[in-house]
Every structure is written in structure tokens, then in C-alpha cells.
């Protein structure tokens, strides 16, 4: 089974609007990190957003909040006020008690003017 | 910002050479890692070291992969007789001490080393 599975392989959204971009996850660990990573096309990964699993409130890093639903396991990346520039590939993962990340298929979002 | 450094940035190899990829990961850091996405795919697991010795490998990480922190600073990857199948971008990593069930213990990627094998 996948651990984490990103079903929307591409996703289109105009300027200044919002996107969610979905990721569910599997795990029986009590104790799990979710992130959130960006990829340009110049391809390096870029850390967007962190989420512990028992942290109490929903992270966010500025125009970046993951909407934790702990009971359904997903952690959804919102994006609000899109911009031309956060066109990329965007990759859900997963750190169980090990010190690996399982990633997602990962998803492409186009913001288009 | 502190970032991790990898080298090169691209290399092109005939199947069967040895290749080996470079980087400095940031200077604080204890944990490394290497991670490869092949071309369209997801990023994978290869390897982690800490203190001098491999913590965790994935199966992917076979002999045909070694690792090594030759100095203070940098951290390779050597692959020893390169196959066409390990095309692809390897991705060094590495995050400070701590548990890595914590906010503030993220990896830090490189910009990554595309790797072509011919």
C-alpha cells in the first residue's frame, strides 16, 4: 500500500486565488511528521511546511497552511493568493519513527494570469 | 541562508564507469542523506549516515553504492559501475541533531546532481 498518495496529478489555478492541493497518508506510527516540499523546474527541493502529528493546531508558513485532518489522514497544502512564481511540482512526505521521508507522486500546479 | 551544496550539477557517464557526487552539507548539520528521483517519478529514499557510519539504506542503496564523509565537510556518493537504469537526480540532504520528529528538525535539500548514464 502507499504510504502517501497525492491523487491530483495536475492542477490548474488562476492569480490571487487559493489552490489545495490533497495528500492523504498511511501509517499506524502514533508519532509522524508531514511536509511539504516545492519543486521548481530548476529542480531543487524547496521545504515549504511542517506538520507534527500531535500537534494541536493546523501549521502554517505565510501564504502556506496544511489542513491536518488526523481522523481521515490527510494533510492538504493550501495555497492562498497564488502566484505566477509557485508554479512548480509539489510533493507531499511522510517521516514515521525512522529518519527517511516517503514521498508522494507529487503533484504539478499551473497558476496561469 | 545556509544551503547544502552538491556537485556537479550534471554529469554525463558511459555505463560502467565509477561516478562520484559531491556535497557539503551545511555546517552544523550531523545527519546526511542521498535521495534520487528518476526522471517524472517520486523522490526515494537511498541512504542516511550519522556519526561516521550508514543509519538506514534502502534496497535501492545496493554495493554498486557507497557513501562517505572524507573530511570535515563533504559527504559523496560514489556509485561504482554505473548502470542505465541510475539515471537520474540525486539529491543530497542533511539536518541538525535532535530527534527527527520535530518541527524544527527539516532536511534541507541541494539543488541536486543529474545524473546520465549513456
Known amino acids: 500500500a502507499q504510504k502517501i498518495t497525492q491523487t491530483q496529478p495536475g492542477m490548474f489555478v488562476q492569480e490571487k486565488e487559493a489552490v489545495t492541493l490533497d495528500c492523504t497518508y498511511d501509517?499506524?506510527?502514533?508519532?509522524?511528521?508531514l511536509f511539504w516540499y516545492k519543486q521548481p523546474s530548476s529542480g531543487e527541493m524547496i521545504f515549504l511546511i511542517y506538520?507534527?502529528?500531535?500537534?494541536?493546531q493546523n501549521a502554517t508558513e505565510g501564504r502556506y497552511s496544511l489542513n491536518f485532518q488526523k481522523a481521515r489522514k490527510s494533510a492538504n497544502l493550501v495555497i492562498s493568493a497564488s502566484q505566477l512564481g509557485d508554479s512548480a511540482m509539489y510533493f507531499c512526505?511522510?517521516?514515521?519513527?525512522?529518519?527517511?521521508?516517503?514521498f508522494g507522486t507529487g503533484t504539478r500546479l499551473q497558476v496561469f494570469p | 541562508e545556509p544551503e547544502v551544496t552538491q556537485t556537479p550539477s550534471h554529469q554525463v557517464t558511459q555505463m560502467g564507469q565509477e561516478v562520484i557526487l559531491r556535497c557539503v552539507p551545511i555546517?552544523?548539520?550531523?545527519?546526511f542523506y542521498w535521495y534520487r528521483q528518476i526522471l517524472g517519478q517520486k523522490v526515494e529514499f537511498l541512504v542516511s549516515?550519522?556519526?561516521?557510519?550508514?543509519?538506514?539504506k534502502s534496497e535501492i542503496f545496493d554495493d554498486q553504492f557507497s557513501v562517505e564523509r572524507p573530511d570535515g565537510s563533504n559527504f559523496t556518493l560514489k556509485i561504482r559501475s554505473t548502470k542505465l537504469e541510475d539515471s537520474a537526480m540525486y539529491f543530497c540532504?542533511?539536518?541538525?541533531?535532535?530527534?527527527?520528529?520535530?518541527?524544527?528538525?527539516?532536511?534541507?535539500f541541494g539543488a541536486g546532481s543529474r545524473l546520465t548514464v549513456l
Open positions: 540532504a542533511s539536518r541538525g541533531p535532535g530527534q527527527p520528529l520535530s518541527g524544527a528538525n527539516v532536511l534541507t
Open positions: 501509517t499506524s506510527d502514533p508519532s509522524y511528521g
Open positions: 506538520q507534527g502529528s500531535y500537534d494541536q
Open positions: 512526505a511522510m517521516r514515521e519513527n525512522t529518519d527517511k521521508l516517503i
Open positions: 555546517s552544523n548539520h550531523l545527519y
Open positions: 549516515f550519522y556519526n561516521n557510519e550508514i543509519s538506514e
